[in-house]
């Protein structure tokens, strides 16, 4: 595996972990959504992102912007309200806002905007906006899917499709396909069956690279979290995520990079 891409999921996984942590000590407020899980996706699509690129992250976003910043102590002075953080502290958990990377809670709500901005700064690169399976379940997905059809604006959209929308399994609120909606739209799309980073990376090489040809892509990454949809509302069987662990992409940890993360979060957790 690619020591920078591995060393980039760890810390994604140590810092979402810390976060949790803090909360039930009380140090922070408020929720959060955390990545625990998918680091590998993010890892992957966030290494072909050049800095003329727009990205646009969800409420679970703390692992986009770290695979793209790699900002651990902006972050988490965001997160816990202080002057220091991203946004000055106003944003928290699912609103930040650094340079060329937005995020927004709102599902649904940010594809519109990604495709506006996507267009608008066409000169300059592409547009790259994550969804989930469950954001398919509002109308103004498929309002900006005809438009990027139409207007054949440079966006790339990745769902990561964890196969529920909060605690709903994706059988019981999605009906079809989700490639066959996106193709109704004449859109080229492609999915991903693997949590192991260097094959997502590859698949994401080629989305970049056809998105840079200046059309639009979705890719859909079939996924996993292992924590829970916000702090604490889990129904899942527990007996299904136990399963699912077999395919972490995190299974092996290398101990002495984990003790290298463990000091910059520490440090990082003393700011506070």
Not at 11 to 19: A, N
Not at 43 to 56: K, L, N, Q, S, T
Not at 131 to 154: A, F, K, R
Not at 202 to 219: C, D, I, L, N, T
Request: proline share 3%.
């Amino acid at each position: 595996m690619n020591h920078d891409h591995y060393y980039k999921m760890l810390l994604i996984r140590r810092f979402e972990e810390m976060v949790l942590e803090l909360f039930s000590e009380g140090k922070l407020s408020g929720t959060t959504h955390c990545y625990i899980g998918q680091e590998a996706n993010a890892v992957a699509c966030m290494d072909h992102v050049e800095p003329g690129d727009i990205v646009w992250s969800n409420h679970r976003c703390h692992g986009h912007y770290l695979a793209l910043t790699g900002d651990v102590d902006g972050l988490l002075s965001e997160l816990a309200g202080k002057s220091s953080g991203i946004c000055a502290g106003r944003g928290g958990s699912q609103h930040l806002c650094n340079g060329q990377f937005f995020t927004n809670g709102i599902q649904g709500s940010i594809m519109p905007v990604a495709a506006g901005m996507a267009f608008a700064n066409r000169a300059k690169g592409i547009g790259v906006v994550f969804i989930g399976d469950g954001t398919l379940g509002q109308g103004v997905v498929y309002e900006t899917l005809n438009m990027i059809s139409l207007m054949d604006i440079p966006l790339l959209v990745v769902i990561e499709n964890n196969g529920y929308a909060q605690s709903t399994p994706i059988a019981a609120n999605l009906a079809g396909g989700i490639l066959e909606r996106i193709e109704a739209f004449g859109i080229d799309c492609d999915e991903i069956d693997s949590t192991d980073v260097e094959d997502i990376h590859f698949e994401f090489g080629k989305a970049f690279e056809h998105v840079r040809s200046g059309k639009p892509f979705v890719q859909v990454i079939n996924t996993y979290r292992f924590c829970s949809h916000s702090k604490s509302d889990d129904f899942r069987d527990p007996k299904e995520i136990k399963r699912r662990r077999a395919n972490d992409p995190l299974r092996d940890i290398d101990s002495d990079m984990d003790q290298q993360i463990g000091v910059i979060l520490r440090r990082a957790r003393a700011k506070l």
